[in-house]
């Protein structure tokens, strides 16, 4: 073919493709805004504490809070391995069918800095509860298999794979952890004993 229908090809082609962009829809159409990560939404501040129960509330305020409270019933816990070596006053409370325990510890003034919350197994999952954390308080600081961690300059939430969800305040347990010894919560002897009992 000789190169002048050549060229008359090439230029037809080319209005062809350029009415059909001009005709049709854009294939990716023009955004105003670049679309956000879901996992850069930051989700609200970090809370004092879990549900009504709050950091620094008093022995004696979580007692009559849990008493007014429907979904939980509490009694003492006088023993849970290394607490008692350590004096630390804690508050046990149970909340069937979603929640198994909730443990309320407090420090020496007898001052809420601790929660720990363990959801029923059967009722959820570990996916289920981070999906609820993520959408509520964003993207984790740590984010694994066996933990999630959210934190701030001065609380901190800890979702793991027992399904247990921590509150902590940092700043309480940075003054109780100076006198903590966690070798206190080591078990000593075979672990593989307890197979015998099978």
Do not use: C
């Not at 509330?57 to 019933?73: A, H, P, Q």
């Not at 391995?81 to 510890?105: C, H, R, S, Y």
């Not at 740590?142 to 934190?151: K, Y």
Request: aromatic share 14%; net charge neutral.
């Amino acid at each position: 073919m000789p190169k002048r229908v050549y060229f008359v090809l090439a230029l037809l082609f080319g209005a062809v493709l350029s009415l059909g962009h001009a005709a049709g829809p854009r294939p990716f159409p023009e955004q105003t805004h670049p679309p956000r990560p879901s996992y850069a939404v930051p989700g609200v501040e970090l809370p004092n504490g879990y549900d009504r129960y709050l950091f620094g509330m008093k022995r004696t305020e979580i007692i009559s809070l849990v008493s007014n409270d429907t979904s939980l019933r509490a009694y003492d816990a006088n023993f849970i391995e290394g607490f008692d070596k350590e004096n630390w006053t804690v508050l046990v409370a149970v909340g069937p069918p979603l929640i198994d325990i909730v443990w309320f510890v407090f420090d020496k003034n007898e001052e809420l800095y601790n929660i720990i919350v363990r959801f029923n197994a059967e009722r959820f999952s570990y996916l289920e509860i981070l999906n609820a954390l993520q959408q509520k308080y964003g993207r984790s600081q740590v984010l694994g298999q066996h933990r999630t961690v959210w934190q701030d300059e001065r609380h901190r939430i800890q979702l793991e794979r027992g399904l247990h969800v921590k509150y902590l305040d940092l700043e309480r347990f940075a003054r109780i952890s100076e006198e903590f010894r966690p070798e206190l919560l080591e078990e000593r002897g075979n672990k593989y004993a307890i197979f015998d009992k099978l």
